[in-house]
């Protein structure tokens, strides 16, 4: 049986720790959340993932790590300080704030009161000041998305690689954004993790890669484990796009709260290089942007035949580290209804442990010894985090590793001491061999290929 209950979810999280509500011992901040043990892991293995898929795979995409604090400047010239808002509504009986697209019948969803305020804008950016001065006058922000740094690194890649076009720029990072009710666990949260890829094409090619996009992105999410029937692909309405977007499709995913946007590709068109860059009246730029004369850089590219300066088109597939997290999670739940067994059938390139070594007897110093040494040797094949569980019954470690999606567990008994063999338990089909320590290193690092 596949889950789709967040109460579920929710308290195997917390249970078996992968998150836990952020300041927690001071009641908890509404929109944040902490990554325990088993959480970060599966968070950087589903990182690791896309990193692969995307710069190590491939040979047009160079990685970038740029800074979360962003100077005004590039915040104002991005439009984000005038248009990256949401609609505000206050009710004005029960003091609740609301983004008016979750009013219930024009209607309060908290008191039902109809005695509501206009709606009006309100900015997701976080500001904060920087150096020892907060007179206002040197603010910048918590970047609201990883996209605006890759804009203005462009020629800083450009020069240092000698790329030619097509070629991409990915990162992967925090992003902020203060939404006015954080909500569906962490679906909507104020803190969380992109992963962006700026793709620079010739403006005229942007559609035909704006597909291309489509298609692959929706097919990593595949590979990843996520069902396709519980995948869609919506293009946005006109007027809902982005300032920047010329077109955006989303990839939605039937998430236990709804179906809702996992990531959005869109077409940033010129918008941003020319938003950023220097001597803007010298391009015939497509998009609407504010008048900037401030910057000291080109952001453009020579044609090599004509020798004229173009500004190149990019196409962005940006997702959400914490949404793909609850879609995977989602995914992975199951429970045999027979012995209710609880098991997070992850992939094994995203669990977060990939084996646990079992000692037969908890604290018998030769059969713990054994087991350290057989956990030191996979764990230098470099496959990921390999578990010595030194806490007991067998039983009640199968069930854990069960519910954190360990695919293999491995005990060592009295037989181990003698011949060094192992057994070895297999997480989807609970079935076990017996294994020498040469077969164990085959079969694990095969398992893992
Ligand atoms: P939504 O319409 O759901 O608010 P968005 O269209 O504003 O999302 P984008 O600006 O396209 O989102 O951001 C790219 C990705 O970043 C989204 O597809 C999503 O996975 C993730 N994301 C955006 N906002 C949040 C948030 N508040 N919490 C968690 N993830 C987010």
């Keep these: 049986m596949v889950s789709s209950s967040m109460e579920e979810l929710v308290s195997l999280c917390k249970r078996r720790g992968f998150i836990f509500q952020s300041n927690d011992i001071y009641g908890g901040v509404k929109g944040l959340y902490d990554y325990g043990p088993m959480g970060v892991e599966l968070k950087n293995n589903l990182k690791s993932s896309w990193w692969k898929s995307m710069i190590y795979e491939r040979d047009d995409i160079e990685g970038l790590d740029a800074s979360i604090l962003t100077g005004r400047e590039v915040l104002k010239y991005s439009g984000h300080e005038d248009t990256f808002s949401d609609p505000l509504v206050d009710c004005k009986s029960c003091k609740s704030r609301w983004k008016s697209d979750q009013l219930i019948d024009k209607s309060c969803p908290n008191c039902k009161s109809k005695d509501l ?22 603010f910048a922000y918590l970047r609201p998305e990883t996209a605006q740094q890759i804009f203005t690194n462009f020629k800083n890649v450009l020069d240092s690689t000698s790329r030619v ?9 925090k992003a902020f954004r203060n939404e006015i009710t954080p909500r569906n666990f962490i679906f909507r949260v104020r803190e969380f993790e992109q992963m962006e890829l700026e793709f620079f094409v010739e403006p005229g090619s942007d559609e035909k890669w704006h597909k291309y996009w489509i298609e692959s992105r929706y097919h990593w999410w595949i590979e990843q484990g996520i069902n396709k029937n519980r995948l869609e692909l919506n293009e946005v309405n006109k007027n809902d796009l982005s300032h920047y977007s010329k077109a955006t499709v989303d990839i939605m995913y039937n998430f236990p709260h709804g179906k809702e946007e996992l990531e959005g590709i869109a077409n940033r068109t010129d918008f941003d290089l020319a938003s950023h860059t220097k001597n803007q009246k010298d391009f015939n730029i497509s998009s609407k942007v504010l008048k900037n004369l401030k910057s000291t850089t080109k952001l453009a590219i020579q044609n090599l035949e004509d020798k004229k300066w173009f500004i190149p088109y990019v196409i962005e597939p940006s997702a959400g580290v914490e949404r793909g997290f609850l879609a995977l999670l989602n995914e992975a739940y199951t429970v045999d209804d ?8 992850l992939k094994p390139h995203l669990s977060p442990i990939k084996a646990a070594v079992i000692p037969l007897k908890r604290n018998n110093d030769k059969l713990v010894n ?13 496959l990921g985090r390999v578990m010595l569980e030194n806490s007991g019954n067998i039983g009640k470690n199968y069930r854990r590793h069960d519910e954190i999606g360990t695919p293999l567990c491995i005990t060592v008994d009295f037989e181990t001491l003698e011949d060094k063999s192992v057994t070895i338990r297999d997480r989807d089909t609970m079935k076990q061999q017996r294994l020498s320590p040469e077969q164990l290193k085959n079969y694990y690092q095969k398992y893992f290929d």
């Design 117 to 138: 305020t206009d709606p009006r804008p309100f900015n997701l950016m976080f500001k904060t000041s920087i150096g020892p001065v907060d007179d206002g006058s040197s």
């Design 370 to 382: 054994q087991a350290k040494n057989i956990k030191n040797n996979l764990q230098k094949l470099g």
């Design 165 to 173: 076009l097509p070629f991409g720029i990915a990162q992967i990072g």
């Design 338 to 345: 027979k012995n209710s067994r609880i098991v997070l059938a």
